[in-house]
Each structure stands twice: as C-alpha cells, then as structure tokens.
C-alpha cells in the first residue's frame, strides 16, 4: 500500500471528496472522504492509497491551516525598489529573507500595478509557494511598476 506524507494544498472540498495538491512536487491526489478540510487550507498530512487500485486515498491530518494573502497599504522597502530599478519591466527577481521567507519582485508598466498585484492575492500558486516554504503569510506591497510578494513567518 502506498502512503505519502507531505503539505498539501485543498484544491477541491465537498462534503464527500477532496482533492488535494502536494505543494513540493504538485502530484493530485484524491480522498475518499473529507476529513473536515475546506478549499484553499493548507494541511500536513499522511494519505494512503485505498486497495486494490491505489487511485483514491484516505487521509491523516496532524495541521490544518489558512495561509493568508493579503494586499497591504505600505510601500515596497527601499531594498524592494533597488531591485526593481535594475530589471526590465516583465521581470522577477527572487530574493532569501533575513531569516524566513522570501521576497519576490516583479516589475510591470505603471498602468498594470493593481492588476498584477490582485492577480498575485487570487493566484492558487501564491499559497501554494507559501506552504512549501513553510511560511504563514503573504504580503504584497505595490508601488508605481512594482509588485513585492513578501513571503513571511508569523
């Protein structure tokens, strides 16, 4: 029997299914039952592969949690925009947080700012970068072509 352990993102929820993504190497997998998760948590789980087909799942969860995506009213940080000055509108630029985290910056035309940055809050991939860096929020800050997804501990 096969058993997977992991952090996995609630793509799906019903009352009698759940899909679930592994946020590490994206493989979808599909519970039986719901063990009490809603769309969009994150949790750290045990699924194992229900017989003789091994191609729906029963699940174990030790955390369940909500990342959250919040657009916040503060200006990218002096270091944010230094970073953005030197690359081409279009680009991204990853960066390791002192301590946790990371810190993305993604330069666009001024006109698209607040559309790429709730396009940033809406996208499944932010929280599901989130949960593989083991984060417990996400904030984005915009300026004037820039759009910084800080990635943060509690």
Do not use: C, W
């Amino acid at each position: 029997m096969t058993t997977k352990e992991g952090t996995f993102l609630v793509v799906h929820a019903e009352a009698a299914t759940v899909t679930l993504r592994d946020v590490a190497d994206s493989q979808v997998l599909t519970l039986l039952d719901n063990p009490g998760v809603e769309a969009g948590e994150v949790v750290d789980a045990t699924v194992e592969a229900e017989p003789p087909m091994e191609v729906t799942y029963t699940a174990e969860i030790r955390e369940q949690r909500t990342i959250p995506v919040e657009r916040v009213d503060l200006e990218p940080t002096a270091q944010t925009k230094s970073l953005a000055a030197d690359q081409p509108v279009g680009e991204l630029t990853t960066r390791e947080r002192a301590g946790e985290g990371e810190i993305h910056v993604l330069t666009v035309a001024d006109e698209q700012t607040d559309a790429a940055a709730e396009d940033v809050v809406e996208d499944e991939a932010t929280v599901t970068r989130a949960a593989r860096l083991g984060v417990d929020r996400v904030e984005v800050r915009t300026a004037a072509g820039v759009v910084s997804v800080r990635y943060l501990p509690d």
